[in-house]
């Protein structure tokens, strides 16, 4: 079992930055892949970065070279640094994990980015 937690987000201008962070508790989630998604209103829930145990990251095509996806398993954490915001970056990020053919879901929290 395990629970992931969520903190960061609020509200950015168009070209700033956030950090959003997630905390896992369970040591599951030193072994499973980690990352964000994120859903924005009216629009299904989609992939911005996910890393796996050994490592491995991707990251969704409107994200690379400006959202950085950060692991510490040391901690059951891992980070989303996010720069270069866009107005249709504003979603509820969910910190999300897979481990054994079950997912677990953060409870999300919300970005805002402003024109």
């Known amino acids: 079992q395990g629970q992931l937690a969520e903190s960061g987000g609020g509200l950015a201008q168009a070209g700033g930055s956030l950090r959003l962070s997630c905390l896992a508790s369970?040591?599951?989630?030193?072994?499973?892949?980690m990352g964000w998604y994120r859903q924005a209103p009216g629009k299904e829930r989609e992939l911005v970065a996910t890393s796996t145990s050994g490592g491995d990251t991707n990251y969704a095509d409107f994200v690379k070279g400006r959202f950085t996806l950060s692991r510490d398993n040391a901690r059951n954490a891992v980070s989303l640094q996010m720069n270069g915001l866009r107005p249709e970056d504003t979603a509820v990020y969910y910190c999300y994990g897979a481990f054994a053919g079950r997912t677990y879901w953060g409870q999300g929290t919300q970005v805002t980015v402003s024109s």
């Open positions: 369970g040591s599951i989630f030193r072994r499973a892949t």
